[in-house]
Nanobody, 117 residues
Framework: QVQLVESGGGLVQPGGSLRLSCAASGGSVYTMGWYRQTPGKQRALVATITTGGSTNYADSVKGRFTISRDNAKNMVVLQMNSLKPEDTAVYYC?????????????WGQGTQVTVSS
């Protein structure tokens, strides 16, 4: 069974830092990433990383967020620095995983990040 287990998140003051982690299991894991969603809006890309380490970031987080991964552990980490109130959202881990011979996109359960003084 495919699982994505997220950890991290919480409440932080503007300018602070948070670290999100996500561990995937149940198949061969390819591109992993983080997306975020606020009420009434569509889920939006934050950052992705391939198995080879190529990264892609939303313009709004470039220079502040860093995505990394450990292929041996099928884990992806999002280090968020210089957080702003507009970063407040539910953050979802995403991973493309081959399970039973088919490649699908899977999602974590989501973790709340709140940036507020």
């Amino acid at each position: 069974q495919v699982q994505l287990v997220e950890s991290g998140g919480g409440l932080v003051q503007p300018g602070g830092s948070l670290r999100l982690s996500c561990a995937a299991s149940g198949g061969s894991v390819y591109t992993m990433g983080w997306y975020r969603q606020t009420p009434g809006k569509q889920r939006a890309l934050v950052a992705t990383i391939t198995t080879g380490g190529s990264t892609n970031y939303a313009d709004s987080v470039k220079g502040r967020f860093t995505i990394s991964r450990d292929n041996a552990k099928n884990m992806v980490v999002l280090q968020m620095n210089s957080l702003k109130p507009e970063d407040t959202a539910v953050y979802y881990c995403n991973a493309y995983i081959t399970h039973l011979g088919s490649l699908h996109a899977y999602w974590g359960q989501g973790t709340q990040v709140t940036v507020s003084s």
